[in-house]
């Protein structure tokens, strides 16, 4: 603990932070079919008596409007509310009830955290200036729900938006804060090649589509290491490969698939480019034909196939001052950028914005697995350290008068 306590306020709402975060973790749902996980978080708003309008601009997305008592910005909040096709592996008294479904990414964190501002900040509107839009986003796990919501209008009138995310990797009490390109622009591409199959004593009379696949697949690579800049990060893991079934037959079909990553929208393409290209050759090469499929195939015109999060020098800057001002200097831990994927992007590349990571580690609570893994936990503690980073940055912001007080 730092030097100055965490908020009454907050501390008043422990046992309902834990209770909304227990009960979404028990109860997870795949991406864009948030259907009861909408109508609890609906439900638990409703319960809270607020001065606020709840609207469903999607099937599975809640934005709840709250408007202050003077003018001010309009400030965007965002929690993710999807889990992840995982099957759960801990002890959890209140390990998930659903085969197969697991909050392994913490967003039921997010989303109990994010409940847990509304209801303050809610109870304070006459201290508010501006608006906030609180976001209960779907689907962020496979992307497209908050391009889902952007068509809806989300964005228009926005000033700046912020949002977190737990890291694993940051000790509880500790946030992680970084600039720029900070999550990775990524696409899932399928390949399927085919040819001749026939008996594996007699190759010269096949195409051998395993063999060319596993060649296409080592050349791509090694194309993007020296056809790219060395200094740009970029990264194509092949997570699946599917291909024949008898010992003595060659096979006429391989499927393989995964994903590409880069910090940089423009190399992305250039690396969807190359991978094309060497399928192109070394199926010519070897007689094979072959489809790609890239997940963004088929977007509608003017749309971006994919981005990478971007924190904004204004925001960050923000940001970092609530956490040091309010909370503490020494709990500020500088990120390096990831690989990993994350569609707040898409709203980062269209008004200032801000994620932050809310440390959830702890080694005596076994809260050390990384995210998408089956015995990921978090230290329930970073709930009030999610809370208080919001209030924090509201008071920064000059929206919310002198209530954080953490
Ligand atoms: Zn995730
Ligand atoms: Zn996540």
Not at 93 to 103: E, L, N, Q, R, V
Not at 154 to 168: C, K, N, R, T
Not at 198 to 217: F, L, R, T
């Amino acid at each position: 603990m730092s030097a100055r306590p965490i908020a009454d306020e907050i501390k008043k709402h422990a046992d309902l932070l834990l209770q909304w975060r227990r009960y979404l973790h028990q109860h997870p749902e795949l991406s864009f079919k948030e259907f009861d996980t909408a109508r609890y978080i609906v439900e638990q708003i409703e319960a809270m008596n607020l001065p606020v309008t709840i609207t469903r601009p999607t099937p599975t997305s809640i934005v709840v409007h709250l408007v202050g008592a003077s003018d001010g910005p309009t400030i965007l909040l965002r929690a993710d509310i999807d889990a992840l096709p995982i099957q759960e592996d801990t002890d959890l008294a209140f390990k998930s009830a659903k085969d197969g479904i697991m909050h392994a990414c913490g967003h039921d964190a997010h989303t109990a955290i994010l409940l847990g501002v509304l209801n303050i900040v809610g109870q304070n509107a006459e201290q508010l200036k501006g608006t906030i839009r609180f976001v209960f986003q779907a689907a962020e796990e496979v992307g497209g729900g908050a391009r889902e919501l952007i068509r809806t209008g989300l964005l228009e009138g926005v000033d700046q938006a912020y949002a977190i995310h737990v890291s694993p990797s940051i000790p509880t009490g500790q946030y992680g804060v970084g600039y720029g390109s900070l999550m990775a622009a990524g696409e899932a591409f399928d390949v399927e090649i085919w040819g001749s199959g026939g008996h594996a004593a007699k190759p010269e009379e096949a195409n051998d589509p395993i063999n060319v696949a596993i060649q296409a697949i080592t050349a791509a690579k090694q194309l993007l290491e020296r056809k790219t800049d060395p200094l740009n990060p970029k990264l194509m893991s092949v997570t699946y490969f599917n291909a024949g079934k008898n010992n003595n037959v060659i096979s006429d079909r391989a499927n393989f698939g995964g994903t590409l990553r880069t910090l940089d929208v423009d190399l992305l393409q250039e690396v969807k480019s190359h991978l094309v290209q060497t399928l192109k050759h070394v199926t010519a090469l070897y007689g094979a034909d072959f489809r790609i499929r890239f997940e963004t195939d088929g977007l509608p015109p003017g749309e971006p196939p994919s981005l990478a999060l971007f924190n904004h020098d204004e925001t960050t800057r923000i940001a970092a001052s609530a956490i040091a001002k309010n909370l503490g200097k020494e709990r500020i831990t500088t990120v390096k950028p990831s690989l990993t994927g994350e569609d707040f992007a898409f709203i980062s590349a269209i008004v200032p914005s801000t994620m932050v990571f809310v440390g959830v580690r702890n080694e005596a609570l076994d809260a050390v697995y990384p995210l998408h893994h089956p015995k990921f936990r978090i230290d329930e503690a970073a709930l009030e350290y999610g809370v208080a980073y919001f209030l924090s940055l509201l008071e920064e912001l000059t929206v919310l008068e002198r209530h954080a007080e953490v």
